[in-house]
T-cell receptor
Framework: EAGVTQFPSHSVIEKGQTVTLRCDPISGHDNLYWYRRVMGKEIKFLLHFVKESKQDESGMPNNRFLAERTGGTYSTLKVQPAELEDSGVYFC??????????????FGNGTRLTVT | AQKITQTQPGMFVQEKEAVTLDCTYDTSDPSYGLFWYKQPSSGEMIFLIYQGSYDQQNATEGRYSLNFQKARKSANLVISASQLGDSAMYFCAMRELRDNYGQNFVFGPGTRLSVLP
């Protein structure tokens, strides 16, 4: 089966511009997560979709970040306007729903965002 | 509050030797899962091993084993017979169940493992 795919793999934009990241989860995975790792720091949770609904968006840093998952398939994460501190690697992950919740996360390779 | 602690920012191990990467966690949930992921220099996150809180035996996957000590809330990763390709960042993570559908993963800060030839 195809894994989680993210696009683009790299993005370099100027401060104030807009960037949209895309994530295609594994087919059939209801859970979709966005994470971010700022250089040298730990991986931070951003938000969690169950199908098309936002289950938890407590990790979204501010209202410059907007995530959508229309139709419960792929998801986009838009940063508008981008700031220097938004630079980092953005990971998307998906998992199946399991009654015991044992399913691990399947990660994409991430999008490396550089804001100059 | 820090839910996942990895006290070793960096570790070195000689090729073919075993190495233990530490992980302690904090949760009040009776049901939880613990995971280890590997992130090589290429950037992708690779799932290694899983331990459920109700599992009686320590999880093993090939050269990876998880030393689960529930009372101490520790879930250390043991890599046997280290290989040069094991050099990477290793993240310990915990799954918390929110409700019947929701689950969230909390990650530790990671340990950078370097395998020496």
């Amino acid at each position: 089966e195809a894994g989680v795919t993210q696009f683009p793999s790299h993005s370099v934009i100027e401060k104030g511009q807009t960037v949209t990241l895309r994530c295609d989860p594994i087919s059939g995975h209801d859970n979709l997560y966005w994470y971010r790792r700022v250089m040298g720091k730990e991986i931070k949770f951003l938000l969690h979709f169950v199908k098309e609904s936002k289950q938890d968006e407590s990790g979204m840093p501010n209202n410059r970040f907007l995530a959508e998952r229309t139709g419960g398939t792929y998801s986009t994460l838009k940063v508008q306007p981008a700031e220097l501190e938004d630079s980092g690697v953005y990971f998307c992950a998906s998992s199946q729903h399991h009654p015991r919740g044992d399913s691990p996360l399947h990660f994409g390779n991430g999008t490396r965002l550089t804001v100059t | 509050a820090q839910k996942i602690t990895q006290t070793q920012p960096g570790m070195f191990v000689q090729e073919k030797e075993a190495v233990t990467l530490d992980c302690t966690y904090d949760t009040s949930d009776p049901s939880y899962g613990l995971f280890w992921y590997k992130q090589p220099s290429s950037g992708e996150m690779i799932f290694l091993i899983y331990q459920g809180s109700y599992d009686q035996q320590n999880a093993t996957e090939g050269r990876y084993s998880l030393n689960f000590q529930k009372a101490r809330k520790s879930a250390n990763l043991v890599i046997s017979a280290s290989q040069l390709g094991d050099s990477a960042m290793y993240f310990c993570a915990m799954r918390e169940l929110r409700d019947n559908y929701g689950q969230n993963f909390v990650f530790g800060p990671g340990t950078r493992l370097s395998v020496l030839p």
